[in-house]
């Protein structure tokens, strides 16, 4: 029943893909004492012959401010469509975001994941949703891959498409899920197809309008701690990789649990920041490198140990314009060419306040050019964690903190 004493700005109506679409009494009702509607040019389609005759119909498409400084201009109640549920990835999230004040009542649909679980009779109690739709990443699935989850829903676009998705999976070795990709669900044309990883990768007839399920098949998480021999290295250079053990400490002292970005800087084999991004899924990660060969390893290194999502930038940091990267809150230095003191203040520039910034080295010259520039930061310079791996090197884990 509605409640007209009750203050609302908005009533959002979530509906299918139905040719014909379904409304119930209350939705009906609600229609009738209304006169300003809104939607996509699809919804009015659907809908348009059950609007009042003398309606007022805003059309969201284009820029969303330009929407809502419609909505603004309207003393009367908004009655806006959408698609399924539109507190699920969709527009009742948009107006809550850029009309935080407004009162909201939702009467939803069933959103299109939903539809395609109960379409293929699969149980959803365990399902993990995610967006890929209108999104110039692919993080929301890669840290899903790299936490195990059991069961993906996934809504897609033309670039992130069920092909692209299981070609992903393979690229980076989890091949241990089936996929469900939905097409048109509710629509005339809907159709419901299971694949194997391998059948979807080479399919390439699906409707633009999909969305898809993965069902893990058996138990698989990449370690978090890596064999130093499993990684690819210079040729001829096997032991320029910061060893394992050291890893572990590094990654500690980084303290990434908390941080959203993380930058290494002379990434080499890219050991550091693939360990980070496993044991951090949900971390930003841009590795730097100078040589161009590493950027093959790195990758090569990411792929033979599940590791999507790291950003590897390759060329002369120092000409990199790094004013217009992420900036970060976390970063070690892997290697600096003989000019740490030049290096620690472009990295200075962008680190963000209380942000770490951390380096290994066995140098004497090193570990006080980094206690010397630091300080003169005004950074909080940690004592060095002393380390040894054998009865010769002493390696100084340096640790700094951006006030």
């Known amino acids: 029943m509605l409640q007209e004493n009750k203050h ?9 893909n139905h040719s014909e679409v379904q409304l119930n009494t209350e939705v009906k009702q609600l229609i009738q004492h209304h006169s300003v509607f809104s939607g996509g040019k699809r919804h009015y389609q659907l809908v348009k012959k059950h609007l009042p005759e003398n309606h007022e119909w805003i059309e969201i498409s284009g820029k969303m401010q330009d929407v809502i400084q419609q909505y ?16 699920f990835f969709g527009f009742g999230n948009t107006l809550k975001r850029l009309l935080p004040s407004a009162k909201l009542e939702v009467l939803p649909y069933f959103n299109s994941i ?17 967006s890929l739709h209108g999104r110039r990443t692919w993080k929301p699935l890669d840290i899903c891959l790299m936490q ?12 992130h498409s069920p092909q692209y998705i299981a070609q992903r999976l393979l690229t980076y070795g989890y091949p241990n ?3 469900y990709v939905g097409e048109e669900l509710d629509g005339e044309k809907e159709r419901v197809r299971q694949f194997t990883l391998e059948e979807a990768s080479e399919t390439t007839d699906y409707q633009l309008l999909n969305c898809v399920i993965l069902i893990k098949t058996s138990d698989f998480i990449p370690p978090r701690s890596i ?3 499993t990684f690819q290295t210079l040729e001829g250079r096997p032991g320029m990789m910061t060893k394992q053990s050291i890893r572990s400490l590094t990654l500690q002292a980084l303290e990434l649990w908390d941080k959203k970005c993380f930058w290494d800087v002379g990434s080499c ?8 991004q496993l044991n951090y899924p949900s971390l930003q990660i841009f590795a730097f490198e100078k040589r161009t060969e590493c950027g093959e390893i790195i990758d090569n290194n990411a ?14 940091f120092f000409e990199e314009d790094i004013q217009e990267i992420t900036p970060p809150d976390a970063v070690f230095i892997g290697g600096h060419g003989n000019r740490l003191e030049e290096m620690i203040q472009k990295l200075d520039s962008v680190l963000l306040p209380n942000g770490l910034m951390v380096m290994n080295t066995v140098l004497e010259k090193s570990f006080e050019t980094f206690q010397k520039a630091c300080l003169h930061l005004d950074y909080t310079v940690a004592d060095p964690i002393k380390m040894s791996l054998n009865d010769f090197n002493t390696i100084h884990l340096l640790v700094a903190k951006k006030n």
């Open 8 to 16: 609302i700005d908005f009533y959002i109506i979530g509906i299918g």
């Open 114 to 130: 939903q539809r395609l679980a109960h379409k293929a009779s699969l149980n959803y109690s365990d399902l993990k949703s995610i």
């Open 177 to 179: 899920y089936t996929i």
């Open 148 to 159: 195990g989850e059991k069961m993906i829903g996934i809504l897609t676009d033309k670039e």
């Open 303 to 316: 792929k033979r140990h599940h590791c999507p999502g790291i950003q590897v930038s390759i060329g002369d």
């Open 72 to 87: 603004q201009t309207k003393e009367q109640k908004v009655v806006v469509f959408a698609s399924g549920d539109p507190l």
């Open 269 to 276: 084999t890219g050991s550091i920041a693939i360990e980070a």
């Open 227 to 229: 064999a130093d021999s």
